[in-house]
């Protein structure tokens, strides 16, 4: 299972990405190109694009379970925005 902890750090801010245990099979790449590249320099793979619509999470989940390693994470966090605080009159 992906640890939050070993996440690596070229993966895009969002839900999934891939840890440091991945071991560049490739797998995630041809699954899901859209989301997925190579980190020639590291040799691992890292989420750059993360999926929005319905099809996309679909692939991306197809590859988070094909991987052989499970270096894909999907911890379904969502981005926090800062909002101003509501002043009350």
Known sequence: M????????????????????????????????DFFKRDDETGFSFVYRQP?????????????????TESIGNDGLVELVHRPSRVQP
């Open 2 to 33: 992906a640890e939050q902890t070993n996440r690596l750090p070229q993966n895009l801010v969002g839900p999934y990405y891939v840890d440091s245990t991945c071991v560049d099979c490739d797998l995630c790449r041809n699954t899901a190109p």
């Open 52 to 68: 929005i619509s319905p099809e996309e999470r679909g692939l991306a989940e197809e590859a988070k379970q094909g991987c052989p």
